[in-house]
């Protein structure tokens, strides 16, 4: 059997153990500590999402603050400091704010609309120095805010998927995240988590139920029949008090036989391994069906900071008649906690199958190169997968490939080289143009592109997702089009703005995605902000680079991540 650090029933005591002995500087005063932060916002505390919850190749590393559907919220420092970085980006976390405090604490404040008044100014002066919308600034000036004091205004800016706030905790010398529900945030919380069922994964060879597939173990009072060597996964998520948003559980604990076997808890976070939440979750059902699947084993490439257990596989093992009772324990950091119990038999082998020779799979921390039998080749560096692993590379029905097992996560890019189509398989001459790679999803639709470049009769790509792909080329430009509300009759090229503070256009992309926008009025450059999720470009006249009253030259370009691009000029008549 191996120990953890226990199931404890108590806030104070999950807080006061961080990590089990490897407690962070601060988590030694966070007792003390726990009401040094305020709310970042003044009105009710209700969760989007929580610290821990998975999330697409990452764990969320903060809070989301639902902002009532609207924006314009005031956002407030939840302690005294200084601004150590602002970014402004069309995607990721749109508009955000971080700031250092002397605690040792950095609170980060994202999907701002705007900033605070001195910062604004600031930002859109570094933006038209530097000729660009998006930037990632570290100001040598002190902007230096109390506790309480407006840092700007709730938006749903970036890659939101709707208004709300995303705070952050640091641990500033070391950026790790911390769990910002340690401190004494007013978040009602009541409801323990859900443990929905308990699967059991057969290693090679092995069988649950009678069949070598994996089983969802549902109901607790069936017994499950195992034959060989099984490792387990927890279904299991948490919601809260005034929303029924699906969040993240705290911990996840295992006792087999009454005694402790493994477990987990998220206190703190590391933005250099997060991508192993791939690891973490179990990730065939993650990754299809987005059901927050936890695997109650660690992988040996997994280096996520979160684990009690000393052993790597926690791996079953019961020679017929044996049993074995499998207890696991769902907890919040609230203190609300769920228990389910399983009961394991040995038994027969039903279905003898010979466990494949150990050349059959490739070690995980060596590098590999797999030759496709239709041609095609795939680079693969050592630790890219999280344990050994089997690879396919072969050519499906209509020109598409099949690359790796889509229920295989990667966390090192593969290189990937791929034969071009030729006229023969196609029934036509294949036309000069741009190559990309399009992975594809389960209803052949295209789930991403990645660039890449052309070699003698190969295209050569770098990619983390495995699945099926298709060669395509992206000759279409983007499109762009102005807003109906500055069109006039009888002047197509001239723009009115009348009484707007915008001057807006449409602009979106069919493949690549767009990489570029640039945009100038009377040969000098202008801020052109953009929203993707909007499909929206703008020019704000409250940046005050128009003449008033003129009527002004305009040329705005977009550019695709290939180069293809579309363009716009005329006149714009300014008030």
Sequence with gaps: MHGFCGLLNSRALWVGILLCGSATSWGQDSLR?????IAPLSIPLVLAGNFGELRPDHFHTGLDFKTQGREGFPVLAAADGVVARVKVSPVGYGRAV???SPNGLTTVYAHLRRFSPALETWILKEQYRLERFSVDLFPKRAFAFQQGDTLGWSGNSGSSGGP?????VRETATERPINPLLWDFPVEDHVAPQLDALWVLPMQGAEIQGKSRPFRAVHQKDTLKIAGEVRFAAEAMDRLDAANNRCGVYGLAVNLDGEPWFSWRIDTLDFSVNRDMNAHAYYPVWAREGSQVHRLHRLPGNRLPVYRSESMTNALVLTPGESAEIQV??????????ERTWWCK???QSVVEPLAAKGSLYPYNQKGVVQGASGGRVQIPSYAFYEDYGFELNVLEGGRWLVGDPGQPARKSLTVRLPLPSDTAFGREVPNGVWLAAVMDESGEVDGVYTGEVSGSEFVFETKTCGTYELRQDTVPPQLTPQKQHLSAGEPDVL???SRSELRFNTSDALSGIKKIQGQLDGEWILIRWDPKRERIWYELGDERHAKGARSALYISVEDAVGNETTWSGWVQFP
Excluded: K, P
């Design 496 to 498: 009115r703005m009348g």
């Design 98 to 100: 971080y700031m250092n």
């Design 33 to 37: 500590s726990r009401t040094e932060l």
């Design 164 to 168: 709300h706030l995303h705070f952050e």
């Design 346 to 348: 040995g038994v027969e």
């Design 329 to 338: 324990v769902a907890t919040d950091i609230h203190g609300n906690q769920t």
